[in-house]
């Protein structure tokens, strides 16, 4: 019996050293990557950060029925939380009270930005003979630019006056020009029409952003809304979303899971490693993509990195494909977008559409869609603004040199 009485002597070190080792590992996963190595645990730029806390939670996407396949896009602006900017050209201007003139930006001037609420509508009655006058100018100005207009069989454009005005509420939702690719970012070159201290990132930026206004419309499909200069004004955020709109934020959470649920992680990666076939692959014409990096996906609940490639690395998607034309209607049918695809189609992200002609049955994209595109359009697009973006000609790991043969 007296091999029990060593065994339970070595019993408070077996445990000791477990525990030890335990803690070692519990220290080496989740503390030492602190101290370790930053863009770990930290977003790759100012511009991710922007975008992810403070553009995607106000930018609304709805693409209730309009009787169009458009998508409807809101912004939503508060005081003191939003940085707008109200520019002209030579197709668009703005009238406005004397006291608001200065927050315009004219022709060739820098751009200035105001954090004081404002907002862009069709011109009120008072400004009717100034606004004549305006589209009579800009007309004169045009045919004088181009004086064979006709010949050339060029058509008048179309010019916009506005309004700026200042709105009662402390809040407002604007359309917003953006075409599902969001490119809001305040660069270095603003100028600030208050003096007051202003942090960007920390600011969702709007530029010329025109109040939203819908009327209901009657579809093919059903009943829908579309904006209308004439239509009644959203009072508040429930407001707009008892028409059917989500935040982008709220769309690229449930895109993530759907990619989760729908398996396509079994087919994609998600990383550009490092090596040459994936920069380039993954690349522009002139220039690789930059590698992944850790920091790119601290703002996923879930991380896809996968480790096969049935169909492409999905990292740099968002820049390589763009287009929302293009993931309709490869969803749809895959095999009509890349011949020989596996890929399985992805029909229930559509609906039925009844206007559907037999011969060309295209589904109308809906919210699962919607949230899948605008998950997709994450990727790649977030490294750096687009004002230097890496296809722009950056270059921040040398990926150009390695595949030049001049970098190991
Ligand atoms: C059975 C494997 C498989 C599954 C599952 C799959 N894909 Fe694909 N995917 C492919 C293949 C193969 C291609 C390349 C041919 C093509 O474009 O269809 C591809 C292409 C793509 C492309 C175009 C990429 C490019 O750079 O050209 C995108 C985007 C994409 N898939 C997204 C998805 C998403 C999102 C899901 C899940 C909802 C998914 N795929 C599920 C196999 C798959």
Not at 75 to 83: D, V
């Amino acid at each position: 019996m007296s091999h029990d009485h060593k065994i339970e002597r070595s019993l408070p070190w077996t445990l000791i050293g477990v525990f030890v080792f335990f803690m070692l590992a519990v220290a080496v996963t989740l503390i030492s990557p602190r101290f370790v190595d930053p863009t770990w645990t930290h977003e790759t730029s100012h511009y991710q950060k922007q975008l992810y806390e403070f553009g995607d939670g106000r930018v609304f996407i709805s693409n209730s029925v309009t009787g169009t396949y458009d998508l409807q896009f809101v912004n939503w602006l508060e005081e003191g939380k939003t940085l707008t900017a109200f520019v002209e050209n030579e197709r668009q201007k703005i009238v406005a009270p004397e006291a608001l003139k200065s927050y315009i930006t004219k022709e060739n001037e820098p751009i200035k930005l105001t954090s004081h609420l404002l907002l862009l509508k069709s011109p009120g009655d008072i400004y009717k003979a100034e606004v004549e006058k305006i589209q009579v100018e800009l007309k004169k100005s045009f045919i004088k630019s181009q004086p064979e207009w006709e010949k050339k069989g060029l058509s008048i454009p179309a010019f916009d006056v506005f309004e700026l005005y200042e709105p009662k509420e402390k809040e407002a939702f604007a359309t917003s020009s953006t075409a599902g690719n969001i490119e809001d970012y305040i660069d270095q070159n603003f100028l600030l029409v208050e003096e007051q201290e202003v942090k960007a990132p920390g600011y969702f930026f709007a530029r010329n952003p025109l109040e939203y206004r819908v009327k209901e419309v009657e579809t093919p499909i059903g009943k829908g809304f579309r904006y209308s200069p004439q239509g009644r004004s959203i009072a508040s955020l429930e407001d707009l979303k008892k028409l059917g709109f989500w935040s982008r934020k709220d769309l690229i959470e449930y895109g993530e899971r759907i990619y989760a649920i729908e398996g396509c992680w079994y087919c994609h990666t998600d990383q550009t490693r490092t090596l040459v076939q994936d920069v380039v692959l993954n690349g522009s014409d002139s220039y690789p993509a930059p590698p992944s990096s850790a920091g790119e996906y601290i703002y996923q609940n879930v991380t896809f990195p996968g480790t096969r490639r049935i169909g492409p690395d999905l990292s740099r998607t968002g820049v390589k494909r763009p287009s929302r034309d293009w993931h309709r209607s490869h969803f749809w049918s895959p095999k009509t977008a890349s011949p020989g695809s596996v890929m399985p189609s992805f029909q229930h992200f559509f609906d039925d559409d009844p206007r559907g002609t037999p011969g060309s049955k295209a589904g109308v994209p809906n919210l699962r869609f919607e949230a899948i595109y605008q998950y997709l359009m994450t990727k790649g697009t977030r490294i750096t603004s687009p004002s230097q973006a890496w296809w722009l000609g950056k270059d921040p790991v040398k990926t150009k040199e390695i595949i030049e043969g001049l970098d190991r």
